[in-house]
C-alpha cells in the first residue's frame, strides 16, 4: 500500500534540506502548484532551469518513485488543501463575538432547515418500528463526527429500555456485527457513505439476518448495504474553522428517531425513565422535571 505523503509539508522543508538546485525546483512548485499537476518533465525542467534528472532526483529526495508519482501525489494532497492554502474569505476575519455567534448559529440553523425539508417521514417511520422492537442496536461511527453522534445515540437508546451500545473501531465493529442476528439492528452514520468499515460490518451482520439503518448520503456504497436508508445530503460550510455542521444534523435525526421509538411503547420507556431519574435522585435532589442524567 502506498504510504500517505503530505507532499506540500515536504516542499517546506527547512532551507538546507535538499541540495540548492533541487530546492530551486521545490521553491518553483510552491509558486505553482496546480499547474504543475498537469506539466510535462521536460517543460517543468525548461522553466526552472534545470535538468530532467535534478527534477527527478528532487521527486524522490520527497519519498516519490519518479516525476509521475510526483505529480500523482501533488494532484492527491491538492484536491484536500486547496481551501486552506487559498486567500481567507472576508468572513473568516470576523473577530466580533455577537457577528460570530449568528454567523455559527446562522450555518447550523441553515443546516436544520435543510434536514427538515429532506427528512422522510416514512423512512423515519420504517426506521422507528425496526428500532423499537430491536432486541439490541449498536450503533457504529468513524472518525471524530459520526463516532461522538454514535455514542449520543446509544446514551439516547439505552434509556428507553433497549440495550444499545456504540463502537466507533473498524475491527471491533466487525467482530460485534459477526454476534448479531434477527431482531438486533445496526445503525450506520455516515456523511459519505464510503467509509469500508461500515460498509462491511453492515453486509457481515445482514448475513445473519440483522437490519441496517443508516443515516448516510442516498446512493452511496453504505446507502446500497442497508435495509433502510434516511439519506441526508447536505453541503458543507465552506468556512474552514467552524466545525461541521453535519453533525448536528445527525444529533437532530437520531433525537427524531428516539422521540419515534419511545412513543411506540411509551409504558416502557416511561417506566425505564423513571427508574433512571429515581437512581440520581441522591446526586441530583431536586424536583420537578429535569433532563434524564445529564
Known amino acids: 500500500m502506498q504510504s500517505a505523503t503530505d507532499i506540500i509539508s515536504q516542499l517546506h522543508r527547512p532551507p538546507g534540506t535538499l541540495p540548492a538546485r ?7 512548485v510552491v509558486e505553482h502548484l496546480q499547474e504543475v499537476t498537469s506539466i510535462a518533465l521536460s517543460e517543468l525542467a525548461n522553466d526552472i532551469g534545470v535538468s530532467e534528472p535534478t527534477v527527478i532526483r528532487f521527486c524522490r529526495s520527497l519519498g516519490c518513485e519518479g516525476f509521475r508519482d510526483f505529480k500523482m ?7 484536500v488543501s486547496m481551501q486552506y492554502l ?3 474569505p472576508i468572513e473568516d476575519h470576523i473577530t466580533d463575538p455577537d457577528v460570530l455567534s449568528s454567523h455559527v448559529i446562522g ?8 434536514l427538515r425539508d429532506q427528512l422522510s417521514d416514512a423512512k423515519i417511520d420504517q426506521a422507528a418500528d425496526i ?5 439490541q442496536i449498536a450503533f457504529f461511527g468513524v472518525g471524530g463526527g459520526s463516532s461522538t453522534v454514535a455514542f449520543d445515540a446509544a446514551n439516547r437508546f439505552f434509556r428507553l429500555g433497549i440495550p444499545a451500545q456504540s463502537q466507533n473501531d473498524g475491527y471491533l465493529q466487525r467482530m460485534l456485527a459477526s454476534t448479531l442476528g434477527e431482531n438486533d439492528v445496526i445503525v450506520a452514520i455516515s456523511t459519505s457513505g464510503r467509509p469500508a468499515e461500515l ?4 453486509a457481515i451482520a445482514r448475513q445473519y439476518g440483522a437490519k441496517v439503518i443508516s443515516l448516510t448520503k442516498p446512493e452511496s456504497l453504505l446507502a446500497a448495504e442497508s435495509d433502510i436508508v434516511i439519506g441526508l445530503n447536505l453541503p458543507e460550510s465552506p468556512d474552514i474553522y467552524k466545525p461541521t455542521a453535519t453533525r448536528h444534523v445527525f444529533m437532530a435525526t437520531i433525537d427524531v428517531l428516539a422521540t419515534a421509538v419511545a412513543r411506540r411503547n411509551p409504558a416502557r420507556s416511561k417506566e425505564k425513565l423513571r427508574r433512571i431519574r429515581s437512581s440520581l435522585i441522591t446526586l441530583l435532589p431536586a424536583n420537578g422535571p429535569l433532563p434524564i442524567g445529564d
Open 22 to 28: 533541487e530546492q530551486k525546483v521545490a521553491d518553483y
Open 73 to 79: 501525489r501533488l494532484a492527491q494532497n491538492l484536491a
Open 86 to 88: 487559498t486567500p481567507e
Open 107 to 114: 450555518t447550523i440553523i441553515d443546516s436544520l432547515r435543510l
Open 131 to 135: 428500532l423499537a422492537n430491536a432486541r
Open 199 to 202: 460498509i462491511h460490518s453492515a
